[in-house]
T-cell receptor, first 115, second 114 residues
């Protein structure tokens, strides 16, 4: 299977600060990147979809100015949580996707705790 | 709109026994893909098995098999010879055609006990 890395795996930040999460597809080119959010004991909720070199498309209810997504290359995408608040504390998972494939791969996730 | 329903929030099974997790979905599409993902305590999502809707034959992967009933829009997962390492959250997912977006069910927490 494909190798996907996420960094950091766990981050604690203070309220009001910004946090950047990196997602890398190590052995394939991700034409599309999905970002999910998962609260404890709940399912994955799609936040946004980004295509390499294009602006991200956000799902309804997701603030695009709070969750900045950059997909500058086929192997790297970043999610920046701006002005983080305690309610942003969650588990964030990236999922790179390669055009022509029907299988999605998932990063190991990043646990964000905002104090 | 497509939806995925997992009606069993929690299941438990004894080691070496067989357990079946249920999943139903709703779609008007004819061609699509269905998946079962496992999320162990590490929280890494792991693909367990996938099924193409145009294939009538049920997919199998070692101890894991599905019962795909297209007309009934049902996609259950059977785990045979359950192992302690099967303890995890299991998500059923539907790949929406032409969008590449996965729609997840709410998940079933499976506990395998000795």
């Amino acid at each position: 299977g494909a190798v996907v890395s996420q960094h950091p795996s766990w981050v604690i930040c203070k309220s009001g600060t910004s946090v950047k999460i990196e997602c890398r597809s190590l052995d394939f080119q991700a034409t599309t990147m999905f970002w999910y959010r998962q609260f404890p004991k709940q399912s994955l909720m799609l936040m946004a979809t980004s295509n390499e070199g294009s602006k991200a498309t956000y799902e309804q209810g997701v603030e695009k100015d709070k969750f900045l997504i950059n997909h500058a290359s086929l192997t790297l995408s970043t999610l920046t949580v701006t002005s983080a608040h305690p309610e942003d504390s969650s588990f964030y998972i990236c999922s790179p996707f390669q055009a022509g494939d029907y299988e999605q791969y998932f990063g190991p996730g990043t646990r964000l705790t905002v104090t | 709109a497509q939806t995925v329903t997992q009606s069993q929030p929690e299941m438990s099974v004894q080691e070496a026994e067989t357990v079946t997790l249920s999943c139903t979905y709703d779609t008007s599409e004819n061609n699509y893909y269905l998946f079962w993902y496992k999320q162990p305590p590490s929280r890494q999502m792991i693909l367990v098995i996938r099924q193409e809707a145009y294939k009538q034959q049920n997919a199998t992967e070692n101890r894991f098999s599905v019962n795909f009933q297209k007309a009934a829009k049902s996609f259950s997962l059977k785990i045979s010879d359950s192992q302690l390492g099967d303890t995890a959250m299991y998500f059923c997912a539907f790949l929406r055609p032409n969008t590449d977006k996965l729609i997840f069910g709410t998940g079933t927490r499976l506990q395998v006990f000795p």
